[in-house]
């Protein structure tokens, strides 16, 4: 059981951090081409 929480934790910050990291590589990319044109 604590097994299931600590996993369960350390999945939902790998995905937190994947999720802000892939969204600030989003929006720079809009930014640089929101820039270019």
Not at 11 to 31: C, D, K, P, Q
């Amino acid at each position: 059981a604590v097994i299931d929480v600590v996993l369960a934790t350390a999945l939902a910050t790998l995905g937190a951090f994947i999720y802000n990291l892939s969204a600030g590589f989003v929006g720079g990319v809009e930014l640089t081409l929101a820039e270019d044109e």
